[in-house]
């Protein structure tokens, strides 16, 4: 049987329209200064540049980036090498980045909300089945390489 999975670019859209949302209907209160909100662009450019150059890595290493699908090549180059996860870190920098251009303190707590849900419906199902297809390969990896940062 085939089953269907929301894709996590998804709950990013899902979760930037929920950040905007609340920002303009349960601001809760401004914490940043106006023009000092602007530092927002600093992780919304950081957040893309690593999703492009984990992006990149994945179809040089012709595997698949659905993360519902077992990987034919585990990637330990590029930015792998900083982070097992690149792509959900550069998501949470990209949410990270709206919440600061936005300036109230209700969209900073939906980050926490965010990477709980990549962690539980993403990460660990993945890191699992990288674990079962790559074996010692896999387990050397992640102890020398950190799961986010």
């Not at 590029?78 to 709206?98: C, D, E, K, T």
């Amino acid at each position: 049987m085939n089953k269907k999975h929301i894709m996590p670019t998804t709950v990013l859209l899902i979760t930037i329209l929920v950040t905007i949302a609340l920002h303009f209907f349960a601001p809760i209160k401004d914490i940043i200064p106006p023009l000092w909100n602007l530092t927002g662009l600093i992780p919304i450019m950081a957040g893309i540049a690593l999703n492009l150059s984990a992006d990149r890595e994945i179809h040089q290493a012709k595997t698949t980036v659905k993360p519902f699908e077992v990987s034919s090549a585990l990637i330990t180059k590029g930015v792998y090498q900083v982070s097992r996860n690149p792509m959900y870190l550069g998501f949470v920098l990209l949410l990270a980045g709206i919440s600061l251009l936005l300036g109230s303190l209700a969209p900073i707590l939906v980050i926490l909300i965010f990477a709980i849900i990549l962690e539980w419906f993403y990460i660990h199902p993945e890191e699992c089945m990288l674990s079962e297809t790559f074996g010692e390969r896999w387990v050397a990896y992640a102890g020398r390489t950190r799961r986010w940062l």
